[in-house]
């Protein structure tokens, strides 16, 4: 190894235009999911909706990207990286602005489907992209592509909040702008990669499961983000925030992600040295059970949120009888749903 690797440790923000062009792009992706959840409550109560309905944003998104992801390598190896970025990004331009027009919650869920195509051929390629062209090596890189992700986070429930508060379509409109400036920034400043000689085979990331320690690690990353999401997509109903309170939460929790993803790297390394390599593996298993702990005791509200939006979108959906005709401005006056049908 070099002297550079053995004397000193290359700055992870140091890097050249391309690999920032394709952070901020990340920051823009990962904007994407944190700007729809403080409006999640609105979606659920304009459209007649159940919070069960509604987190099928997140879950036909999720699914259908973890699909996808399956492919990108495949997709990259024919057309090239950069032109994979590119049409990622014009996925999830088109199929958010659609969500943000649709009139009906099946509307959005199909759409945010189509939304998952692009951003699993966008954050798969973007990883790759950044871990080949950034200066400081593989490490630096992540610490780079985490930081991008938990910088998204925690702007992306403000911004959703902010544009929530005028309208509940607000922020799909808002992330198709911010990935169409992504978009510009990946078309400008990102230079054209070289395609591999050869076509990677479809089957090749299942058959990379053969190895143990992947397998494990993927395993171990299934099951954290299917409690980061659960938490994520759920957690917007019990709290009875408006839009921009929900943003401001997610934002904290945001900046806290974005603050972890510099210092836990370092950390880790430390008690690498100190201990052994399963440590840090130990610490975050810990932490994680707290936090099982400490939402356990939340599990009333949930029932009653759930409960409750039941409630509305049943009284919200039984057409008014000849008693009930003159309780619409009433139920109006005190915030209760009601549903105007032509």
């Not at 999720?62 to 699909?67: G, I, K, P, Y």
């Not at 390629?125 to 400081?136: K, M, N």
């Not at 690498?272 to 356990?296: C, D, E, K, R, T």
């Not at 401005?329 to 915030?335: K, L, M, Q, V």
């Amino acid at each position: 190894m070099s002297g550079t690797h053995a004397g000193s440790v290359a700055s992870p923000f140091r890097q050249p235009k391309a690999v920032f062009a394709v952070a901020f792009a990340c920051v823009v992706s990962f904007m994407g999911i944190g700007l729809v959840d403080p409006i999640l409550p609105a979606i659920s109560h304009e459209l007649n909706a159940s919070p069960s309905e509604v987190t099928l944003l997140f879950t036909s998104y999720l699914v259908v990207t973890a699909v996808a992801m399956l492919i990108t390598n495949w997709v990259s190896s024919l057309i090239g990286a950069k032109k994979t970025l590119i049409a990622g990004l014009i996925l999830i331009v088109v199929f958010s602005a659609l969500a943000g027009a649709s009139p009906s919650i099946n509307g959005i869920i199909g759409f945010r489907a189509g939304w998952g195509i692009g951003n699993a051929l966008f954050i798969a390629t973007s990883l790759a992209v950044i871990v080949a062209s950034a200066s400081g090596g593989f490490a630096g890189a992540i610490v780079l592509y985490e930081t991008a992700l938990g910088v998204g986070i925690a702007i992306g429930p403000l911004l959703g909040g902010t544009l929530g508060e005028i309208s509940w379509r607000g922020p799909f409109y808002g992330v198709a702008a911010l990935m169409a400036i992504a978009l510009i920034a990946t078309i400008v400043l990102v230079e054209p990669t070289p395609k591999p000689a050869r076509v990677t085979s479809l089957s090749a990331p299942l058959r990379a499961l053969k190895h143990r320690g992947l397998l494990t690690m993927s395993l171990t990353a299934l099951c954290y983000n299917w409690g980061f999401f659960t938490v994520l997509g759920y957690a917007p109903f019990p709290m009875n925030l408006s839009p921009i309170k929900l943003g401001l939460v997610f934002t904290g929790w945001g900046i806290f992600v974005a603050l972890f993803a510099v210092l836990a790297p370092y950390a880790a390394g430390r008690m690498v040295l100190a201990v052994n390599i399963h440590f840090p593996f130990y610490i975050g298993v810990g932490a994680i059970i707290l936090g099982i702990v400490i939402l356990s005791t939340a599990h009333g509200l949930l029932t009653q949120a759930e409960r409750v939006q039941a409630e509305q979108v049943a009284a919200a959906t039984v057409p008014a009888g000849p008693d009930q005709a003159g309780a619409g401005p009433t139920a109006a006056r005190h915030g209760d749903p009601v549903s105007v049908r032509a």
